[in-house]
């Protein structure tokens, strides 16, 4: 879906023109004679079988109306789009306007409707609604599903008092290059990480409750498992563009959120904008009906992205807007968003026999069933038990460990506040609310916002002196005529704070960037500011990894806040005074140079790895590389290493992990090896740490990574305390996909380490023997194995 930050006013032809109604003068979906009334009961029998009676007493016409999503923009209800949904033209109504129209146009598509069905009313309710989180990749940071799940359900309650009752997340692509936009949007660049972070999310959103004879019902809204799939390996990190990938990367790398998305019941999925593999995923069969509705049981429905279905026209896949409908509906595609080939065209198809009604029941028979389980109107309040203040607290809390701590040099941080008369608060972004917010962020309020620069205040009172310079209007800002101001507040202070990074327009939907060094002055702002010989404290907004190399040298601490969301102010400010200690944990590596990306922990090996004691020649001294490192996988003008690697973010505290204990040396297929690790606070402060078990398969039938991420334990430890962490690691753990699209599990030895980051010694050895795979591994694991999309068909 694209950016609308304020939903009043945008157009959806600035996005592309072809949204505007193409419809001639006949309306393919006007019924040609009139329809008998009909009473159809929405409440009595399961939801299978209801959808089922309301499908056996619909015309073509009306399950057609059911698959087509449309926009309304402004503050009232536009006649045409009343008109449509009395027709039963309409299945959804994209919540774009005003509280009072989505509940108006509910009322009408239930009240004066024929068949009187509910109406699917989406928003895009990415990381909160009135009160804004941190944007999903900082939420990720945090390591916590439990907290990402609260605050999920907070966003999804806040909603439906609007009257939404479907959010277009979460993104679960994975993001291996932070010159994308969207990587703000996503939850980072491992499969194990993000699959703990999707289902956390789609139970935040749903809400599922288990009733006493077994049946779920959904207490919140429904969510979007987006975007379906490899949207995240978007070619050059610009969006919208192909990805091509292998059929084992797609499986062990890609597929895996989505598959933890639909064991949560995910009631939705989006397609992609891209192409995979030479396919728009919009039109990708193999993808939507082979492998998800196919081999995984999806019974949800699956929408396009805006537009997405004529984009195939300008993709080249399909010759024009008759033969883009064919092809969506055909490969699986149930609503079409924005655009109106199915409107225009699939009475025709079906008529003409290229489309099967089937495949029209089909789709309707998933979004009526969806309907059911979150569009039926509820009395209920969902805020009735909740606070202003519990949902802040919340935002608060979720900020503070997305927080990641990246440097502190001679203990900078906690600030001393017994030894402080006066702090200066430096920089374009420590006021900047709207900022602070990040991109997709459509109802929050800025005014709401709790800034740095307040909070700091707050927190310090009345006995530490605060001065401010902003030093320049906005991160992209190029002056430096404020950079006077700037060096005389920080000249003054015993400590600046300087909060930079980048402005919420920078990131997200289109967002993306090929230089990914501090934009503006700001660069220059930090060497400013440290010329000064004030202690230098360096906070980050950003909704991507930043190549701060430089200026984190010039810091003595550094605290990367991605945008950390409404209670963001708070959250720093508890952190610098040390009321609580930082334990965010990267989701994403961060490059030195943007020439590195795509940059990942769990790439695969090459044949010559680069030496760990490499450096780049360029500015060494040296007329060459040491002959041992010289023919090498490397560059000549930064070394191949990351700014920070996955996993990484220091405490206030230190942490001992002792030598991992195995419960034994050799597993056969089907067995379970224990893993336990005595973790110790060896510091003076209370603090939390993020265990994380990572694992290498030795030598396979593949390259396999060099590491993978197998398990992680959040856990919080007071000062000498000690604690045995306990993790269990099957050999369903130890299979992959081949390029078959086949699970493998094979002998062999495999490595193992736990401690603070991706880079720990994987110091212990086990052997595997034997070859066989789990009954549960296939079907967990393996369904869609054999579609086309996973293994390419061979001929003889």
Not at 492 to 515: F, N, P, Y
Request: charged share 25%; net charge negative.
């Amino acid at each position: 879906m694209a950016n609308a930050e304020d939903a009043t006013t945008f157009n959806p032809a600035v996005i592309n023109p072809e949204v505007e109604r193409t419809l001639g003068a006949e309306d393919p979906l006007a019924e040609p004679v009139g329809l008998p009334a009909v009473e159809i009961d929405l409440t009595d029998g399961t939801i299978d079988e209801i959808a089922q009676r309301v499908l056996d007493a619909m015309s073509l016409r009306e399950k057609i109306g059911q698959m087509c999503q449309v926009s309304s923009f402004g503050t009232d209800l536009p006649k045409e789009v009343a008109d449509d949904l009395r027709g039963g033209r309409i299945g959804s109504l994209f919540y774009t306007g005003t509280p009072e129209q989505t509940r108006e146009a509910k009322r009408v598509a239930m009240e004066e409707s024929r068949l009187g069905l509910p109406l699917l009313t989406p928003r895009d309710v990415i990381h909160g609604f009135v009160t804004v989180f941190p944007i999903p990749l900082g939420q990720a940071a945090s390591w916590n599903p439990e907290l990402i799940e609260a605050a999920s359900a907070i966003a999804a309650d806040e909603a439906r008092a609007q009257g939404v009752n479907w959010t277009f997340a979460p993104m679960l692509d994975i993001s291996r290059d932070a010159r994308w936009g969207r990587i703000a949007e996503s939850v980072g660049e491992d499969p194990l990480l993000a699959s703990a972070i999707s289902k956390a999310m789609v139970r935040g959103f749903q809400q599922p409750v288990e009733n006493a004879d077994g049946t779920v019902v959904y207490e919140g809204i429904a969510a979007c498992a987006k975007h379906f799939a490899a949207y995240g390996l978007t070619e050059g990190g610009r969006d919208y563009n192909r990805a091509e990938v292998s059929i084992s990367e797609l499986h062990n790398a890609i597929l895996p959120p989505f598959r933890a998305a639909t064991e949560a019941a995910c009631a939705t999925f989006m397609t992609g904008f891209s192409a995979v593999n030479g396919v728009p995923v919009t039109g990708h069969r193999e993808l939507i009906t082979d492998l998800l509705k196919g081999r995984w049981d999806f019974e949800g429905l699956v929408v396009s992205d805006w537009t997405s279905v004529i984009e195939m026209i300008e993709h080249g896949y399909a010759a024009d807007r008759r033969e883009a409908a064919r092809l969506a509906v055909s490969a699986g595609l149930d609503m079409e968003m924005a655009s109106t080939t199915f409107r225009e065209n699939l009475v025709d198809l079906v008529e003409s026999g290229e489309i099967e009604e089937a495949q029209i029941d089909d789709a309707v028979l998933r979004i009526i069933r969806v309907k059911l389980q979150f569009a039926m109107p509820r009395d209920d309040d969902p805020l009735a038990d909740q606070t202003i203040e519990s949902r802040r607290e919340v935002a608060k809390r979720l900020a503070q460990q997305s927080c990641v701590l990246l440097k502190n040099d001679g203990v900078a941080l906690p600030l001393k506040t017994d030894k402080l008369k006066r702090v200066a608060v430096i920089g374009p972004l420590a006021d900047a609310a709207r900022d602070q917010l990040g991109c997709w962020m459509l109802d929050g309020k800025p005014e709401d916002a709790v800034t740095l620069l307040s909070a700091i205040k707050e927190t310090l009172g009345d006995g530490i002196e605060v001065v401010h310079a902003a030093g320049a209007e906005s991160s992209i800002d190029e002056s430096t005529e404020g950079f006077d101001g700037a060096r005389d507040a920080a000249e003054s202070a015993d400590v600046a704070i300087v909060c930079v990074g980048e402005g919420w327009m920078l990131s997200g939907e289109a967002r993306s960037r090929a230089d990914l060094h501090l934009p503006g002055s700001q660069r220059a702002l930090v060497q400013a500011i440290a010329e000064t010989g004030t202690p230098v404290v360096l906070v980050v907004m950003a909704g991507r990894p930043l190549t701060i190399g430089a200026e984190a040298e010039l810091a003595d601490a550094v605290l990367y806040a991605w945008h950390p969301g409404t209670m963001g102010g708070p959250a720093i400010a508890e952190l610098l005074v040390g009321d609580e200690s930082p334990s965010g944990k990267l989701p994403a590596t961060f490059p030195k140079q943007v020439g590195q990306c795509p940059l990942y922990y769990n790439h695969p090996n090459t044949g010559r790895p680069a030496l760990p004691e490499t450096k780049a020649l360029i500015g060494s001294g040296r007329a060459d590389f040491p002959e041992d490192q010289k023919y090498r996988s490397h560059y000549i003008d930064v070394d191949p290493f990351p700014l920070y690697p996955f996993g990484f973010g220091l405490s206030y505290t230190s942490f001992r992990y002792d030598s991992p204990e195995l419960t034994t040396d050799s597993i056969k297929p089907g067995q379970t090896i224990g893993v336990r690790v005595r973790l110790t606070n060896t510091g003076d402060v209370a603090a939390d740490e993020v265990a994380q078990l990572y694992v290498q398969d030795v030598a396979a039938s593949l390259v396999r990574p060099v590491r993978e991420l197998k398990g992680f334990r959040r856990v919080r430890l007071e000062p000498g305390e000690s604690q045995v962490l306990e993790f269990a690691l099957s050999t369903d753990d130890l299979a992959y996909y081949d390029n078959r699209g086949e699970v493998v599990l094979e002998p062999g030895e495999f490595r193992l380490g736990v401690g603070g980051d991706s880079t720990v010694s994987l110091s212990e050895t086990f052997t595997l023997r034997g070859s066989e795979v789990t009954d549960e591994a296939k079907r967990s694991r393996l369904r869609g194995a054999k579609a086309n999309v996973v293994a390419p068909v061979a001929s003889n």
